[in-house]
């Protein structure tokens, strides 16, 4: 199993919709989560942290589910300018200073 | 919002010379990393750093790499001996904590010909 998998995409959604993304991870010592969006050829961009209860960000929420060693981002009501890669990045063990990427899914909003 | 800064943007160099990557982190943070993105491919870990020294490396950062910060400001990545399999984009990335989500800079695009 990879270290972090992603939904290998590319997802083309309409304005205004809600789309999901998901990410699994195989070390259960892992212990810092996040999402991160990458636009073509630029840096990655902390986009939020997960935390164990759940959290939103806007129109953005984020869920850890540790049992089923999974993730997932939601976005509602997308933007134009939501289109960008998203990355879940986990640490590779719980000393917080060696982090996963996953391989990133695609989104395109489409007007 | 202070930034992450990486100097060259680009850099073109030929096969078998030694190039030097150089990140200048944000003042408060005191952990560093280098990643590696390849053309169409997935952010790769490099290498952390902290007190003056390696924390982790990952089996990527072998010895054709080095990371040192001479002066106390810059964090640079040397290569040495350069391949045509290391172009790619170099980030540097810093927190403050571990744990923390990391900053990253803008990149460096090394092209090997």
């Known amino acids: 199993r990879k270290e972090v998998e992603q939904d290998p995409g590319p997802f083309n959604v309409p304005e205004g919709a809600t789309v999901a993304f998901n990410c699994t991870y195989s070390?259960?010592?892992?212990?810092?989560f996040f999402w991160y969006r990458q636009d073509c050829r630029k840096e990655p961009k902390l986009l939020m942290s997960v935390y164990s209860s759940g959290n939103e960000d806007g129109r953005f929420t984020a869920q850890l589910n540790r049992a089923s060693q999974y993730i997932s981002l939601l976005i509602r009501d997308s933007k134009l300018s939501d289109s960008a890669t998203y990355l879940c990045?986990?640490?590779?063990?719980?000393?917080?200073?060696?982090?996963?990427f996953g391989p990133g899914t695609r989104l395109s909003v489409l007007p | 919002e202070p930034e992450v800064t990486q100097t060259p943007s680009h850099q073109v160099t030929q096969m078998g010379q030694e190039v030097i990557l150089r990140c200048v982190p944000i003042s408060n943070h005191l952990y560093f990393y280098w990643y590696r993105q390849i053309l169409g491919q997935k952010v790769e870990f490099l290498v952390s750093f902290y007190n003056n020294e390696i924390s982790e490396k990952s089996e990527i950062f072998d010895d054709q790499f080095s990371v040192e910060r001479p002066d106390g400001s810059n964090f640079t990545l040397k290569i040495r001996s350069t391949k045509l399999e290391d172009s790619a984009m170099y980030f540097c990335a810093t927190t403050p904590q571990q744990n923390q989500p990391q900053h990253f800079g803008d990149g460096t695009r090394l092209s090997i010909l």
């Open positions: 070390n259960s010592a892992s212990q810092s």
């Open positions: 990045v986990v640490d590779r063990d719980n000393y917080g200073q060696n982090f996963v």
